[in-house]
């Protein structure tokens, strides 16, 4: 009689395994392959609980045998994995002495990692940067906030977020142009909650990855600012006329204490790097591509006229706060002029800027 190999397999596996314990990677906390920022939020999670000690455990990158906590996250996955130095608790150190130093190391397949973003225009909560500056100079220091939802759209049941990031790297001053602190005291531990964080940066490929998680099983609700980048653009750039610095938020995490996943709209800052910004005060050198807003001074709404499919459209404020996005369907390619609503918006100066693969528009709009 024949059988098929995947039961046989599975006979085996089933008859055999009691006699093998279970391997871990110390770092890989939810066992998928990869050392990241995800496996923080799995350690922020099961924060506090406690099981059985390793066997001569140590942090050094290699599978471990171990005995299974029988305690699962939601996904199913053992808290045992979680506890990378082995002492039998879950706490900073899981973190501190064996995910930081073995970040970005990798063992057998991968699994994903869950990250959930969500489109613009949906109502699903926003993860926003805020630069401090959008047209600068060579030597400029620029702060890049960094938001979760707002107070008109708060964010309910926070309880970690992990990002990944990129960011173009030849613009900024190479050993300290690219750093990252959260805010002490911001909304997301209002309530005296501690918060694990942790930030890895790769100036040289310019790829980040942040973690922000609770560590007491309980959810907050609010919205704004949590943290801040500071980026430092380069003193002397070789031939430049008009450049661009982008961070891009590629991948969002967010979760509530049962880990469901909670899908945000990632975010994009542009920061213009000009030789003399002042030769761009009328912004003609920036727009690379043809868009004209009318009409300029404007007062309930104004229009932008372009030919082009877009990326992004946004409008910003003086200090580079984006005020507004367009949706979606108003990026596609478009016949006629594309409505940007400015009610309830102070008098002042305001810039709406634009761009896609090709290129870029800022224009300076008057709101009377
Ligand atoms: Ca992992
Ligand atoms: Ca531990």
């Known amino acids: ?13 089933v008859l055999i395994s009691p006699m093998h314990a279970q391997e871990m990677w110390p770092g890989d ?19 506090g609980a406690a099981g059985p000690e390793r066997d001569d455990a140590t942090i050094n ?7 299974l906590w029988g305690q699962n996250f939601p996904d199913g996955t053992d808290y045992g994995y979680a506890d990378a130095d082995g002492n039998g608790g879950i706490e900073d150190d899981d973190i501190s002495s064996a995910i930081l130093p073995n970040f970005g190391l990798t063992h057998g397949p991968l699994s994903p990692d869950g990250y959930a973003n969500a489109a613009p225009g949906v109502g699903a909560p926003q993860v926003t940067l805020s630069p401090s500056a959008t047209l600068v100079e ?21 309880y970690g977020i992990a990002l990944a990031l990129s960011y173009d790297t030849e613009l900024i001053e190479p050993t300290t142009g690219f750093e990252f602190d959260d805010l002490d005291n911001s909304w997301i531990n209002a309530d005296e909650a501690e918060i694990e964080e942790v930030f890895v940066n790769d100036q040289l490929t310019g790829q980040a990855q942040i973690a922000l998680t609770r560590i ?43 880990f469901k996943r909670i899908p ?29 807003l009318f009409p300029n001074p404007a007062r309930q709404h ?34 006629g002029p594309r409505a940007i609503p400015l009610e309830n918006l102070p008098a002042g100066i305001y810039q709406v800027q634009g761009g896609n693969s090709r290129g870029f528009f800022s224009r300076k709009l008057m709101v009377q």
């Open 1 to 13: 009689m024949k059988y098929p190999i995947s039961l046989i397999a599975l006979l085996f596996t």
């Open 29 to 47: 906390a939810n066992n998928n392959g990869v050392v990241n920022a995800v496996d923080v939020l799995y350690v922020g999670l099961a924060y």
């Open 61 to 67: 990158w290699e599978a471990q045998p171990f005995e």
């Open 138 to 158: 060579a030597g400029a220091s620029i702060n890049i906030g960094l938001s979760l939802g707002n107070l008109d759209q708060p964010l309910e049941n926070f």
């Open 302 to 335: 104004c229009y932008l006229d372009t030919p082009q499919e877009l990326d992004f459209l946004k409008l910003v404020d003086t200090y580079g706060h984006t005020l507004w996005q367009a949706p979606p369907d108003l990026l596609v390619k478009s016949s």
């Open 216 to 258: 007491n099983q309980t959810t907050i609700s609010g919205g704004g600012q949590v943290a801040e980048f500071s980026i430092i653009i380069e003193d002397i750039i070789v031939g430049l006329t008009v450049d661009t610095f982008r961070l891009r938020v590629d991948s969002v995490l967010l979760i509530d204490n049962n």
């Open 264 to 292: 945000a709209v990632p975010d994009t800052a542009t920061i213009i790097i000009a030789d003399d910004t002042t030769k761009l005060s009328s912004t003609r050198q920036v727009s690379q591509l043809p868009a004209r």
